[in-house]
C-alpha cells in the first residue's frame, strides 16, 4: 500500500520560521523543506549557524526536514566563481542535512542562458561530479529537480545525467509543473522517470504556464496519484505550490488599467482559479488561503 508523507515549501506562506511552524502545525503535520528561513535563503547559513540558531527552535517543536530545498546548481554553466561558491555552501549544506536526519539535499544541473543545453553535457558532468564528490560517503543524496532553463529541463536530458552519473546517491525529484512550463506532458516524463524518482514535488500549472492549485491544471495528478499507489510508493510529496503569484498579483492584474491585456497569460490563469476553488474576482486572497487550497487538493489526491 502507498504512504505518502507531506511536507512542504512553507516559505510560500511567510519567511519566519515561527508562521511556517504555526502552519505546519496547523495543518496536522511534521515535516518542512526549509528554503527561506528567517528571511535568509537555507544555503546561506553555515552548519554551525544553524545548530546554534535554528535547529534549537526546530527540536523543540518536533519539526523534521524532507528535503533540503537548496539552490545548488542554479547557477550559470559558465558562470565559474558561482560554482565555487555553491561548492563550499553544499559542504555546510551536507552538514545541516546530517544534523536533522534529512536524506535529500535538492539540487538542478546549471542554466544554459543563449548555449545548446546539448552542447553543454560534458560540462555538467563534469560539475556535478564535483558536487558528488563532497557528498560522497555522508549519508545524504543528491536530488535533481527538474527546472526550465537547466540542462535537466526534460526528461530525456534528466536521464541522461542520471545514467552518465551512476551513482546510487544521486536521485531524481519530479516537478510536474516544472515540465509543463517546458512543453512536456506530466504524464510522459513520468512514465519515462517513474524508476528512477525517489521524491515529487506537488505544483501545478495552467495552459497558459502560470501556476494553479493542485489538480486544476495541466499536471496530470490523477495520472500521477494513481501510478503512485499501483507502484506503492512510499515517501514525501513535497507541497511547492507558487501560487503566492496569485495571492499578491491577482488585483493588480484585474484592476490596473490594460493589466489583462500586458498580463493576459496571468489574467486568464486566475479567472481560472477563481471558477475552479469558487471566489469572487475581486476577493482579495492571502498567501496562506492559496497555501491551504494546495494541502487541502494534495489530501483529496491522496484519499480519493
Known amino acids: 500500500?502507498?504512504?505518502?508523507?507531506?511536507?512542504?515549501?512553507?516559505?510560500?506562506?511567510?519567511?519566519?520560521?515561527?508562521?511556517?511552524?504555526?502552519?505546519?502545525?496547523?495543518?496536522?503535520?511534521?515535516?518542512?523543506?526549509?528554503?527561506?528561513?528567517?528571511?535568509?535563503?537555507?544555503?546561506?547559513?553555515?552548519?554551525?549557524?544553524?545548530?546554534?540558531?535554528?535547529?534549537?527552535?526546530?527540536?523543540?517543536?518536533?519539526i523534521k526536514f524532507s528535503s533540503i530545498g537548496s539552490p545548488i546548481g542554479k547557477v550559470n554553466i559558465d558562470d565559474?566563481?558561482?560554482?565555487?561558491?555553491?561548492?563550499?555552501?553544499?559542504?555546510?549544506?551536507?552538514?545541516?542535512?546530517?544534523?536533522?536526519?534529512?536524506?535529500?539535499?535538492?539540487?538542478?544541473?546549471?542554466?544554459?542562458?543563449?548555449?545548446?543545453?546539448?552542447?553543454?553535457?560534458?560540462?555538467?558532468?563534469?560539475?556535478?561530479?564535483?558536487?558528488?564528490?563532497?557528498?560522497?560517503?555522508?549519508?545524504?543524496?543528491?536530488?535533481?529537480?527538474?527546472?526550465?532553463?537547466?540542462?535537466?529541463?526534460?526528461?530525456?536530458?534528466?536521464?541522461?545525467?542520471?545514467?552518465?552519473?551512476?551513482?546510487?546517491d544521486f536521485v531524481l525529484c519530479f516537478d510536474a509543473s516544472n515540465y509543463v512550463q517546458c512543453d512536456v506532458k506530466p504524464n510522459e516524463a513520468f512514465d519515462m522517470l517513474k524508476d528512477y524518482t525517489v521524491y515529487y514535488h506537488i505544483k501545478d500549472c495552467s495552459k497558459y504556464k502560470v501556476e494553479v492549485p493542485v489538480g486544476t491544471g495541466e499536471g496530470c495528478y490523477d495520472y500521477i496519484f494513481a501510478q503512485l499507489k499501483e507502484r506503492n510508493y512510499e515517501g514525501f510529496v513535497t507541497m511547492e505550490p507558487h501560487t503566492w503569484k496569485y495571492a499578491i498579483f491577482k488585483l493588480p492584474v484585474y484592476c490596473i488599467p490594460f493589466m489583462p491585456l500586458i498580463k493576459k497569460d496571468y489574467f486568464k490563469a486566475f479567472r481560472g482559479v477563481d471558477k475552479a476553488m469558487h471566489v469572487c474576482p475581486l476577493r482579495k486572497v492571502s498567501r496562506q488561503t492559496v497555501f491551504e487550497w494546495q494541502y487541502n487538493n494534495l489530501k483529496k489526491l491522496i484519499e480519493g
Not at 126 to 146: R, Y
Open 1 to 62: 500500500m502507498a504512504k505518502f508523507t507531506i511536507s512542504g515549501f512553507y516559505d510560500e506562506v511567510s519567511g519566519d520560521l515561527n508562521t511556517q511552524i504555526a502552519e505546519i502545525k496547523k495543518l496536522g503535520e511534521s515535516y518542512l523543506c526549509p528554503r527561506t528561513v528567517n528571511g535568509k535563503s537555507i544555503a546561506d547559513f553555515t552548519a554551525e549557524e544553524f545548530k546554534r540558531d535554528i535547529k534549537p527552535i526546530l527540536d523543540k517543536e518536533g
Open 80 to 168: 565559474e566563481a558561482g560554482f565555487e561558491k555553491q561548492k563550499k555552501q553544499l559542504k555546510e549544506l551536507v552538514g545541516i542535512a546530517k544534523m536533522m536526519d534529512c536524506k535529500y539535499i535538492r539540487a538542478f544541473s546549471f542554466f544554459y542562458g543563449d548555449k545548446d543545453p546539448d552542447s553543454c553535457f560534458d560540462t555538467v558532468l563534469a560539475k556535478t561530479k564535483q558536487f558528488m564528490e563532497i557528498i560522497k560517503g555522508s549519508g545524504v543524496k543528491f536530488m535533481h529537480e527538474n527546472e526550465k532553463f537547466i540542462y535537466g529541463d526534460v526528461p530525456e536530458r534528466v536521464l541522461k545525467l542520471y545514467n552518465a552519473i551512476n551513482d546510487e
